[in-house]
């Protein structure tokens, strides 16, 4: 799942970083965080039923700016519902990092498989 995830998102943001659950101190805007935050799991109790399994990932876009990280946000967002498993069930959120002073867009997808 993650492979197709980073393979949609560097295929429109080529140059943006992509890390699995935070970034490291050292990261330089604008990145992406990718991180699995639950979802349904086995949806079915047969466990062989295609579409099964579900997983909600949050995918965290930062920028300097907050045009910008609105902007990452909804290209990463554009890309990712192209892939046929995939859904948003909401909208992106504005968030702030004080430490570094970095804006950012969070959106959740869900994914089966």
């Given at each position: 799942?993650?492979?197709?995830?980073?393979?949609?998102?560097?295929?429109?943001?080529?140059?943006?970083?992509?890390f699995?659950d935070?970034?490291?101190?050292?990261?330089?805007?604008?990145?992406?965080v990718?991180?699995?935050?639950?979802?349904?799991?086995?949806?079915?109790?047969?466990?062989?039923?295609?579409?099964?399994?579900?997983?909600?990932?949050?995918v965290?876009?930062?920028?300097?700016?907050?045009v910008?990280?609105?902007?990452l946000?909804?290209?990463?967002?554009t890309?990712?519902?192209k892939?046929p498993?995939?859904y948003?069930?909401?909208?992106?959120?504005?968030?702030f990092?004080?430490?570094?002073?970095?804006?950012?867009?969070?959106?959740?997808?869900?994914i089966t498989?």
């Amino acid at each position: 799942m993650e492979i197709d995830l980073i393979g949609a998102m560097k295929e429109v943001l080529p140059d943006v970083d992509v890390f699995h659950d935070f970034a490291p101190d050292n990261a330089t805007a604008p990145f992406v965080v990718l991180q699995r935050v639950g979802g349904m799991g086995n949806r079915y109790v047969d466990e062989e039923t295609a579409g099964g399994y579900e997983v909600r990932f949050q995918v965290s876009a930062w920028a300097v700016t907050r045009v910008e990280a609105i902007e990452l946000s909804q290209t990463i967002e554009t890309a990712l519902r192209k892939l046929p498993t995939i859904y948003a069930p909401g909208a992106a959120i504005a968030g702030f990092d004080p430490d570094t002073d970095l804006r950012g867009m969070q959106q959740d997808f869900l994914i089966t498989a």
